[in-house]
């Protein structure tokens, strides 16, 4: 099982992106200052390093504040957020697995029941 940590997207100033988090999405804010627009909310939310918000719409607008471009041999301004699921994620080949175990199993007992069932109906 992989155990690494969701790498941080990179917003550079008033650059916008979409999020599509119906499943249901927290972003978490590492660096910089980034707005948030959701559908049917009132007012935008405005977050700073530190701050969590739980998505749960789609169409969520997240962009990065203006700030003062850097002088000459600074480095870039940027800000930085992390989006990670709500929905554990569903270890597939363990529930194929056992599927497939179960079945098996189902099988065997109605091919052991298949010899009463025949003298039965006969």
Avoid: C
């Avoid at 790498?7 to 972003?27: C, D, E, K």
């Amino acid at each position: 099982m992989s155990t690494s940590q969701p790498s941080a997207t990179r917003l550079f100033p008033l650059q916008t992106r979409v999020i599509h988090a119906s499943a249901g999405m927290r972003l978490r804010v590492v660096s910089g200052r980034l707005w948030l627009t959701q559908p049917n909310m009132a007012q935008d939310l405005f977050l700073g390093p530190g701050a969590v918000v739980d998505l749960l719409q789609d169409w969520v607008v997240i962009g990065a504040d203006a700030e003062p471009r850097p002088q000459d041999g600074a480095p870039e301004a940027y800000s930085e957020y992390l989006l990670v699921s709500l929905v554990p994620a569903t270890p597939r080949p363990r529930i194929l697995a056992a599927l497939r175990d179960a079945l098996a199993s189902a099988g065997r007992r109605l091919g052991a029941l298949g010899p009463a069932l025949v003298r039965r109906s006969s």
